[in-house]
Nanobody
C-alpha cells in the first residue's frame, strides 16, 4: 500500500533555498517513477521533476538548474532541493508515485499522491 507524506514546506525569502521531502511509508514496487508537482491558486498543476528507480531524472525547463530531485532508496524518501527561490515558486507542492512502471520521462499520470506541502516565497 502506497502512502506518500510530504514535509519541509514553509515560508522563505526570495533567494533562499528549501528542501522538500516525500516518504513512501509502504513497500516500493520496482520499477517506479516519482514526480514532484506544484499548484498555485487559479493555475493548473505543474510537473517539475521526475526520478525513476535507477536514479534517472528529468526536469521541466522552468526549474532546470534551480531544482534537484534525488532519493534515498533505503528510506523510501525522495527530495526536491529548491534553490534561488522567487515569489513565483509560491505554491502547494506534491509528490506523486507510479509503481510498476518504466515510463517516467514526461509522465503525466500518477496513481498515488501526497497531501501536499505549502511553500511561500516573499
Amino acid at each position: 500500500h502506497v502512502q506518500l507524506v510530504e514535509s519541509g514546506g514553509g515560508s522563505k525569502q526570495a533567494g533562499d533555498s528549501l528542501r522538500l521531502s516525500c516518504t513512501d511509508s509502504g513497500y516500493m514496487h520496482i520499477p517506479y517513477c516519482v514526480g514532484w508537482y506544484r499548484q498555485s491558486p487559479g493555475k493548473e498543476r505543474e510537473g517539475l521533476a521526475f526520478i525513476d528507480n535507477d536514479g534517472g531524472t528529468t526536469y521541466v525547463d522552468s526549474v532546470k538548474g534551480r531544482f534537484t530531485i534525488s532519493k534515498e532508496h533505503r528510506k523510501n524518501t525522495f527530495f526536491l532541493q529548491m534553490n534561488s527561490l522567487n515569489p513565483e515558486d509560491t505554491a502547494t507542492y506534491y509528490c506523486a508515485e507510479e509503481p510498476n512502471t518504466y515510463v517516467c520521462t514526461g509522465r503525466r499520470e500518477f496513481t498515488y499522491w501526497g497531501q501536499g506541502t505549502q511553500v511561500t516565497v516573499s
